[in-house]
T-cell receptor
Framework: GDSVTQMEGPVTLSEEAFLTINCTYT??????LFWYVQYPGEGLQLLLK?????DKGSNKGFEATYRKETTSFHLEKGSVQVSDSAVYFC??????????FGAGTQVVVTP | NAGVTQTPKFQVLKTGQSMTLQCAQD?????MYWYRQDPGMGLRLIYY???????DKGEVPNGYNVSRLNKREFSLRLESAAPSQTSVYFC?????????????FGQGTRLTVV
């Protein structure tokens, strides 16, 4: 079946450092790919998405490119802020809008 | 601008007790979902409702039942709670049940079964 694997955390960074979180997937067909973010005590919210191969999703300085050849959707940000501290989930979109999530990566940004 | 509202936010149950988690959305979305979040496992789908009047099992449906009461509301019932059901439960909705459509999440219900 479909699955999503993302790097384990926590990832601890200093402010203004470069962030990358690896995400790979296994799926039949051509799924859509998402990054969701969960701030402390809150629900998940969409960060960005890509719906077909070579698409690049971007939002709030974050980017991820849908790489079909490597079945990957790595998340990157060039200069993180303390406010980016959160848990980041890579997810794959299935039929009927169901989402298959990775385990989540906690990111901690220190001043 | 409520979005997806879940009640209660916190709950402690004793083993064997029953309870219903409530979820309502005010975005006129067709599809609704229940997920549970456990450490190291991400979110896993319990049940979903692609449209009003339909419900289907997800990845981990055992021990749960759902009701799509109307287009707005989708409840999750635990008939006989077990410690393994200690988790954070999230309700989500989506405009339509398509693989490229964003889901909107509630703030979650933290359930502890003792």
């Amino acid at each position: 079946g479909d699955s999503v694997t993302q790097m384990e955390g926590p990832v601890t960074l200093s402010e203004e450092a470069f962030l990358t979180i690896n995400c790979t997937y296994t799926a039949t067909g051509y799924p859509s790919l998402f990054w969701y973010v969960q701030y402390p005590g809150e629900g998940l919210q969409l960060l960005l998405k890509a719906t077909k191969a070579d698409d690049k999703g971007s939002n709030k300085g974050f980017e991820a490119t849908y790489r079909k050849e490597t079945t990957s959707f790595h998340l990157e940000k060039g200069s993180v802020q303390v406010s980016d501290s959160a848990v980041y989930f890579c997810a794959l979109g299935n039929s009927w809008g169901k989402l298959q999530f990775g385990a989540g990566t906690q990111v901690v940004v220190t001043p | 601008n409520a979005g997806v509202t879940q009640t209660p936010k916190f709950q402690v149950l004793k083993t064997g007790q029953s309870m219903t988690l409530q979820c309502a959305q005010d975005m006129n979305h067709n599809s609704m979902y229940w997920y549970r979040q456990d450490p190291g496992m991400g979110l896993r789908l319990i049940y979903y409702s692609a449209s009003e009047g339909t419900t289907d099992k997800g990845e981990v449906p055992n021990g749960y039942n759902v009701s799509r009461l109307n287009k707005r509301e989708f409840s999750l019932r635990l008939e006989s709670a077990a410690p393994s059901q200690t988790s954070v439960y999230f309700c989500a909705s989506s405009p339509e049940g398509r693989m490229n459509t964003e889901a909107f999440f509630g703030q979650g219900t933290r359930l502890t079964v003792v």
